[in-house]
Nanobody
Framework: QVQLVESGGGLVQPGGSLKLSCVAS????????LNWYRQAPGKERELVAAITSAGSDTVYADSVKGRFTISRDNAKSTAYLQMDSLEFEDTAVYYCDVPRIGRGQGTQVTVSS
């Protein structure tokens, strides 16, 4: 059974940090690229960051470049999204997504003072 489970979301003040995790199971995690998306209320889903299967290449949305870092540990079947210098506009539900496999249920990130 394929599962992608995100965790690590929460409430944080502007300028703060959070680290999201995505634990995968039920498929050969190390064979697939992985994406982090986010969706805020009333807005379209946005691709935040992507990483290749081996973790050798990454891409970021312009809106998060320099603040967010995507990484993965294939031995643990886990991907991460380190989010620093958080801004109000980063408030959204964050999802990990593996193309052709599935998507997690999401974790809420709220940036508020």
């Amino acid at each position: 059974q394929v599962q992608l489970v995100e965790s690590g979301g929460g409430l944080v003040q502007p300028g703060g940090s959070l680290k999201l995790s995505c634990v995968a199971s039920g498929f050969p995690f190390s064979s697939y690229a992985l994406n982090w998306y986010r969706q805020a209320p009333g807005k379209e889903r946005e691709l935040v960051a992507a990483i290749t299967s081996a973790g050798s290449d990454t891409v970021y949305a312009d809106s998060v470049k320099g603040r967010f870092t995507i990484s993965r540990d294939n031995a643990k079947s886990t991907a991460y999204l380190q989010m620093d210098s958080l801004e109000f506009e980063d408030t959204a539900v964050y999802y990990c997504d593996v193309p052709r496999i599935g998507r997690g249920q999401g974790t809420q990130v709220t940036v508020s003072s």
